[in-house]
């Protein structure tokens, strides 16, 4: 199981590196912060620039953070906040299957987050090196879900905080 474990945590955990890599660097064929934020503008996530740093480095420490099994409990938060902006802002509206552009990609992504730290990262990680008991249900329930309200309420914010500070159209 701990073999099992690590192989898990190191490919899951190497894709979101490499999703983080892409949006703050442009590395792996990724747009960088310039297009990333261009991106997020195009979708209402304000302010753009600020929230794609914030959604870069998200992945690419909950990547790291999940690939070495180092605080997991933290790697599923960040993680979960990315997939569930994601979900909310592209691809909740095409249903699940990711044929269609749907959510099927993040949940399982959160799937693994979120079992990674039920189970813990088993004997082959840097928190079991460390003497680190941060797993159970109980940590993995509540790391979902301050990742997910976490996610769902900057976007929220950030769309509240824009929307106020817009120019206001003069009618002619």
């Not at 909740?92 to 099927?104: A, L, R, V």
Request: charge should be neutral; aromatic fraction near 12%.
């Amino acid at each position: 199981m701990n073999v099992a474990l690590l192989v898990l945590r190191i490919v899951v955990g190497a894709l979101f590196f490499g999703h983080g890599s892409q949006k703050l660097f442009g590395w792996f064929r990724g747009h960088g912060l310039k297009g990333t934020a261009g991106f997020f503008e195009g979708l209402g996530i304000m302010p753009a620039s600020l929230f794609a740093i914030l959604a870069g480095l998200a992945e690419l420490s909950g990547g790291l953070l999940l690939g070495f099994g180092l605080f997991v409990p933290i790697a599923a938060v960040l993680l979960a906040s990315v997939m569930a902006t994601a979900t909310a802002t592209v691809h909740w509206k095409n249903g699940i299957w990711s044929t269609d552009g749907g959510f099927e990609f993040p949940l399982v992504m959160t799937t693994v987050a979120f079992s990674v730290a039920a189970l813990g990262p088993g004997t082959i990680s840097l928190d079991n090196a460390f003497g680190l008991a941060w797993s159970g249900l109980g940590w993995a329930i509540a790391a979902i879900v301050v990742g997910v309200i976490g996610g769902l309420a900057a976007l929220v914010l950030g769309r509240v905080l824009y929307h106020r500070h817009e120019p206001m159209a003069h009618a002619t």
